[in-house]
């Protein structure tokens, strides 16, 4: 039986994307969730609603990663009390193109809205030593796009 615990909700939610369980990632999600990735990169923007989550941005972030390459998911922090949560984890992962990715994620479920998560993402990209410093931040970068 899934417990409809807010907690329960949003660690369930990190582990079936730690493991890949597409079914309980779709069902960690109200109607009205949504998913903001900052930044002024392909996948920057906001997402709202489960299948614009899934299909577009989880979707889109899974076709960047080297292919065979898995990822690293890790809950770093859940904060509840009562039916607010807040939790925050860690995505690791290779890039297509051979680079090392991290990018760390903040959701959270207001009080009294069940599975209406709402997740911002903070994309840290890596870059190879050269004449660019070794990784850039993009938390502070704005202009994402509405969806």
Sequence with gaps: ?????????????VEAARDGMSAVIRDSFAEDATWDYPGDLP???TYRGIDAIV?????????LMAPGAGVVIKLTNVVAEGDQVVAEWTSRATARN??????????SLPSGTARSFRCVSTPTLSMSPGPCSPSTRLDSVAGGRAQ
Excluded: C, H
Excluded at 1 to 13: E, H, L
Excluded at 55 to 63: R, S, W
Excluded at 98 to 107: E, F, I, L, S
């Design 98 to 107: 051979g680079g090392p990715t991290t990018t760390a994620t903040q959701g």
């Design 1 to 13: 039986m899934t417990s409809n615990d807010p907690k329960a909700v949003v660690v369930r939610y």
């Design 43 to 45: 996948l920057s923007g």
């Design 55 to 63: 299909n577009e941005f989880l979707a889109g972030a899974a076709a």
